[in-house]
């Protein structure tokens, strides 16, 4: 019976592996029904207006959409930032924000109302404490505008809110970094090593970061690098990494694609590959079969974060005219959330406890009614 | 009632139509596609669907308990009668126009979404109702829970196996949290529930929330007050699993004396430092170092050194020489010098005589289904019926008497 589970094992059992994990098809397949199921509602209510079928009917495209959802990612991290949230905020409300939109579209629900929905709910996950009150008023929107979608978004969360993150990790690598550095780390689990004195030899002797990398570190004239600058290179690339964790990862299909270890890894690599490399072979035995598919799967996700770049993100006023063109075609059924909300909270749902009591309550209420309105005052038996 | 409508009498709400029959089919359940004048959002998307499936899969029987924050009900699947879950549906209060969806109910799903081990309660799925409530559905837990079975000093008897055995789940399924990255936060006898076959669940995660990152602050204003660490009141922000692993000691002593080991009554913060400091031993600098630092560090002016081993001995023998060595270590003043909930179960308590019980030789009843509906309807944080304090325990005890 008993079982051991290593980390990989446990990841496996997180809900971002079970439910939010895909293949690059299978997470375009995924998108495409999405859209697929939403313009095909879209000509069933523009048919209505108008004669003509699905076909002629101006709808923003798939690839619209996916890029109105980038914008509001971006608008969540900046929000999120703006209030001066710790960075799991952040990050779980982004990856809230894109896993809405796998199962639904921005003609049904556009993202300019959810993301606010998304981020207030991060902001409790995350154990943030700020009042429904005070978030409406600095987002300045209705605080019932906040609130009538969280049912909506939960479903299409499926009930899952835990959101695995890089940034631990990633501070977990700079610690151990900084540890080798100062020769204080000497054996590593499974690896033969030469001693810390070696590895922090090795650290010194390593080759410089690229011209292409994206670390601010720059060695001095000399180019001989000393202990000193051997810590503020780590930090460098610390820091590069940590913009990348903050940007890029945030705006592309990483975490759908990636673990956060995989994810942490690409971007240290991209902040300063010779590092990164030495660090994983103090990890990765070079004999290690896995090695191969592991540097790969890093380089992958690197090539996906790398190539990301600020001009994906729509501008206000590209923006601007994509909402106007959604006005044109959104799905009219789920434009008044507010009101279907208070609906579906006064409505019970066959619960018979609840319509117990509301039968009760009314049947008080129509009482002390009909005694107040009674011709001839209350009945006798009332009197008791 | 089988009057045809009027055509000018405006349909009645749904609510109203539905106290025919025990589960009608409603006018909204399917999505009126071709109709977009339909009030209600009718898109069934891909996550709408699923949720309406998993819905369907249950069929709700009695009621189990009935809290605050929560009803549970007993339920069943409707492909297999024999497979019992519990079903908590999470209440909406007053609080929702100001938070939403309530902190409480957050946590608990988003924590044991993550958490798949023999020894924490399992949520097999959540939907909501058309009218938004949340519903759990966890495993059906039939034989109370810890606390009744501790109180019922009458009724049952256990041995220092038993206890073993009972340990030794509780340890295993706090730390799967702590390698999860989960701090529990509430862990007590009435959280632990007992299954049909006697084996314990931790189950509550209300309190629960994940590791901060290194220098982010977390409340220190948490744990039920008998069960909380020093550090806690001392208004330690930065903590780890040593919290949880304190809590499970005060378990452990709880189980072996069959009373709360620190049951300060009234119950207050000032109290319970008191009835530490007297049982264990006043936090110092020598015991531990920089408690002074803290910021609500204040203790009793009379000093109380740390209590020796044969004086624990004396109160806990029944779990031997090496059971009250583990307990002295899990009861550690000082959070880094406590054992971590690894370590503990690295402890060779477990492997010394006598060897923990079989599940099946292990006592149950801790009161039966309806245990499990009152536990999972109480807040997190909360002592078993707070309001009524030391008499409704005593109360509780006869009860459980008569009922036997």
């Known amino acids: 019976m008993t079982q051991r589970l290593n980390e990989d094992d446990l990841y496996r059992t997180s809900s971002q592996y079970r439910l939010w994990s895909f293949s690059p098809e299978s997470l375009a397949t995924l998108r495409r029904k999405t859209h697929e199921l939403a313009i095909a509602r879209a000509s069933q209510y523009a048919g209505t207006s108008n004669s003509s079928d699905g076909d002629a009917f101006d709808c923003l495209t798939s690839e619209e959409c996916l890029r109105l959802v980038r914008r509001y990612l971006d608008q969540t991290r900046t929000t999120s930032d703006h209030f001066k949230w710790p960075i799991t905020v952040k990050a779980t409300a982004a990856q809230y924000l894109a896993r809405f939109y796998l199962s639904n579209s921005p003609l049904t629900y556009p993202p300019k109302e959810i993301y606010k929905t998304v981020l207030f709910l991060a902001c409790k996950t995350e154990a943030t404490h700020m009042t429904l009150s005070e978030y409406a008023r600095r987002i300045s929107t209705p605080a019932d505008e906040v609130l009538a979608p969280e049912y909506k978004v939960m479903q299409a969360l499926r009930f899952t809110l835990d959101v695995r993150q890089p940034y631990r990790g990633l501070k977990g690598v700079l610690m151990e970094l900084l540890n080798l550095a100062e020769g204080r780390v000497g054996e590593v689990e499974g690896v033969e090593t030469g001693g810390a004195a070696a590895l922090q030899a090795e650290m010194l002797g390593l080759e410089l970061p690229s011209k292409t990398a994206q670390t601010m570190w720059r060695v001095r004239d000399s180019g001989k690098v000393e202990g000193k600058a051997l810590v503020d290179r780590i930090n460098a690339a610390y820091s590069a990494a940590r913009t990348i964790l903050d940007g890029p990862a945030l705006l592309t299909d990483a975490y759908f694609l990636y673990t956060p270890s995989q994810i942490l890894l690409a971007a240290l690599h991209l902040a300063d590959e010779p590092l990164t490399s030495f660090y994983l072979r103090t990890k990765l035995p070079l004999t290690s079969d896995l090695r191969p598919k592991i540097l790969a799967t890093i380089a992958a996700c690197a090539e996906l974060l790398g190539s990301f770049s600020g001009s994906q993100v729509l501008s206000k006023e590209e923006r601007a005219a994509l909402e106007r063109k959604l006005e044109g075609c959104r799905d009219p059924s789920t434009r008044d959330l507010v009101g279907s909300h208070a609906v579906a909270k006064r409505g019970t749902d066959g619960d018979e406890e609840a319509e117990e009591k509301a039968r009760k309550k009314k049947a008080a209420r129509d009482k002390a009614l009909k005694e107040g309105d009674d011709l001839f005052g209350p009945s006798l038996n009332g009197k008791g | ?404």
């Open chain 2, 1 to 404: 009632m089988a009057t045809p409508p009027a055509l000018d009498v405006p349909p009645e709400p749904p609510s109203k139509r539905r106290k025919t029959s025990p589960d009608p089919p409603s006018r909204n359940d399917t999505p009126d596609v071709g109709l977009p004048s339909s009030s209600f959002p009718a898109v069934a998307d891909l996550a709408e669907q699923l949720d309406d499936q998993e819905r369907k899969k249950y069929v709700k029987g009695k009621k189990l308990g009935s809290g605050q924050y929560a009803d549970v009900f007993s339920a069943h699947l409707v492909s297999d009668p024999s497979k019992l879950v519990a079903i908590k549906k999470i209440k909406v209060g007053p609080e929702v126009k100001e938070f939403g969806i309530s902190y409480d109910s957050l946590r608990e799903i988003r924590f044991l979404q993550e958490l798949d081990h023999p020894n924490i309660i399992k949520l097999h799925a959540v939907f909501s109702t058309k009218n938004q409530n949340l519903n759990l559905v966890l495993e059906h837990l039939p034989q109370g829970d810890l606390l009744k079975l501790i109180q019922d000093t009458g009724g049952i008897t256990y041995t220092a196996a038993d206890i073993k055995a009972w340990m030794l789940m509780l340890m295993r399924a706090t730390h799967f949290c702590h390698a999860n990255g989960i701090l529990h936060r509430d862990i007590k006898p009435n959280n632990l529930l007992l299954a049909a076959d006697g084996s314990v669940k931790l189950a509550d995660f209300g309190l629960a929330r994940a590791m901060a990152d290194p220098f982010q602050p977390m409340t220190y204003n948490t744990i039920t007050i008998w069960y909380r660490p020093p550090e806690l009141f001392f208004q330690a922000q930065h903590y780890g699993g040593a919290v949880d692993v304190w809590s499970c000691g005060c378990v452990f002593a709880e189980l072996i004396s069959r009373e709360v080991l620190f049951r300060a009554w009234p119950e207050t913060e000032i109290n319970m430092v008191k009835l530490i400091c007297e049982k264990v031993g006043t936090p110092t600098e020598e015991n531990w170092p920089g408690v002074g630092k803290l910021r609500g560090y204040v203790t009793p002016a009379e000093i109380v050194p740390l209590k020796p081993r044969d004086q624990w001995f004396a109160a806990f023998r029944a779990v031997g020489e090496v059971g009250v060595d583990l307990l002295i270590k899990m009861l550690t003043l000082d959070p880094r010098e406590r054992l971590t909930a690894e370590s503990v179960l690295k402890h060779e308590y477990w492997t010394s005589d006598p060897r923990p019980s079989k599940l099946r030789d292990l006592p149950r009843k801790g009161g039966g289904e309806n245990t499990m509906g009152q536990d999972l309807t109480q807040r997190g944080g909360e002592l078993p019926q707070t309001n009524g304090g030391r008499g409704d325990r005593v109360a509780r005890k006869i009860d459980f008497g008569a009922g036997k």
